[in-house]
Nanobody, 116 residues
Framework: QVQLVESGGGLVQPGESLRLSCAAS????????MSWYRQAPGNERELVAT????????NYADSVKGRFAISRDNAKNTVYLQMNSLKPSDTAVYYC?????????WGQGTQVTVSS
């Protein structure tokens, strides 16, 4: 079964950290570029970070540069999003996505809430 399962979300205070994980199964993980997206209530889904198949190339939205870090472990079929210095504006459902030519897989999302 082809799937992505996110975990690690939760409720944190401003300035704290969280690490999200996304475990892949049912496809050749190392052949797919991976991304994290997020969607806040009333907003469109936005791209947060991307990582190449080998992990050698990463890109970030301006809003998270210097605070978030995407990484992957192809041996564990998992991609991570380390989120530091969290702000209330980071509150959203976070989704991971696997993509390659003609095939895209989305996870079900994990809620991140940043509030005092």
């Amino acid at each position: 079964q082809v799937q992505l399962v996110e975990s690690g979300g939760g409720l944190v205070q401003p300035g704290e950290s969280l690490r999200l994980s996304c475990a892949a199964s049912g496809f050749t993980f190392s052949s797919y570029g991976m991304s994290w997206y997020r969607q806040a209530p009333g907003n469109e889904r936005e791209l947060v970070a991307t990582i190449s198949t080998t992990g050698s190339s990463t890109n970030y939205a301006d809003s998270v540069k210097g605070r978030f870090a995407i990484s992957r472990d192809n041996a564990k079929n998992t991609v991570y999003l380390q989120m530091n210095s969290l702000k209330p504006s980071d509150t959203a459902v976070y989704y991971c996505k696997a993509s390659r030519t003609f095939h895209t897989v989305w996870g079900q999302g994990t809620q991140v809430t940043v509030s005092s």
